[in-house]
C-alpha cells in the first residue's frame, strides 16, 4: 500500500528563523497519560508532572527558546515558543527556505519519498522540529527508564505561526481555558 503523509508544515518558510509557534503535541492514539480533568482543572500525575517539567527545560538546553503560554493536558501538551536569536550571537547551520524537489516539500524532522524511495530530510539545527523532536524523545526515555513503556507519542506535532499581538492573546487564552473546556475538546475521546 502507498500512503503518502501531507505536509503539514508551511512550504517556503524556515522553522529555524525568528518566530512564535504555538504547538500541539499529542499521545499516541490520544491516550490518556498525563492526568485527568477534575472541576476544569488538569490534575497531572507523575508522568505529566514529568512531562510539565522536561517542556519547561527546554530553554536549557536551546538558548534561543523562550516558553510562553503552555498546558499540559490528559492527552496533549499546547504550548507556545519564541525562537529569539537576538542574545544567543549567529547562527550556523541554518536552512535556507524549503523548496520544491519534484513536486515534493520537505518537511523539517519528516520522511520523503522521492522517486519511489523514503528519505528523511535533515534535521535543521534550532528549528521547532528539532525542539520538538528532542522533547519527545526526553519523555520517552524517562517512561522507558520509568515503567511507562506503553507510553507513545503521536508521529510529528501540530503548528501555528503566530504572526501579530492578537493573535498572541487568542492563543494564549485558548491554552489557558483548555481544561476549562475538556468535556468539547475534539481531543477529548
Not at 21 to 31: P, S
Not at 123 to 145: A, E, F, G, L, M
Request: hydrophobic share 35%; with cysteine; aromatic share 12%.
Amino acid at each position: 500500500m502507498n500512503r503518502s503523509r501531507k505536509c503539514i508544515r508551511l512550504s517556503n518558510w524556515d522553522y529555524s528563523s525568528e518566530g512564535i509557534y504555538f504547538l500541539t503535541i499529542c499521545c499516541f492514539e490520544n491516550k490518556t497519560f498525563f492526568g485527568e480533568i477534575i472541576d476544569k482543572k488538569i490534575i497531572l500525575n507523575e508522568l505529566g508532572k514529568k512531562a510539565s517539567l522536561f517542556w519547561k527545560e527546554i530553554p536549557e538546553h536551546f538558548s534561543h527558546v523562550y516558553l510562553d503560554e503552555y498546558v499540559v493536558m490528559p492527552n496533549h501538551i499546547h504550548g507556545i515558543l519564541i525562537l529569539d536569536y537576538t542574545d544567543v550571537g549567529t547562527r550556523h547551520g541554518v536552512s535556507l527556505h524549503a523548496t520544491k524537489v519534484d513536486n515534493v516539500v520537505p518537511c523539517h524532522g519528516m520522511a520523503l519519498q522521492h522517486n519511489g524511495i523514503n528519505k528523511f530530510s535533515k534535521p535543521v539545527k534550532n528549528s521547532v522540529s528539532v525542539i520538538v523532536n528532542q522533547y519527545k524523545s526526553t519523555v520517552k526515555r524517562w517512561c522507558n527508564k520509568n515503567g511507562y513503556n506503553s507510553f507513545h507519542w503521536q508521529p510529528r506535532f501540530y503548528d501555528k505561526i503566530i504572526w501579530n499581538e492578537n493573535s498572541m492573546d487568542e492563543v494564549r487564552e485558548y491554552i489557558r481555558m483548555n481544561p476549562r473546556r475538556w468535556e468539547v475538546d475534539e481531543l477529548n475521546k
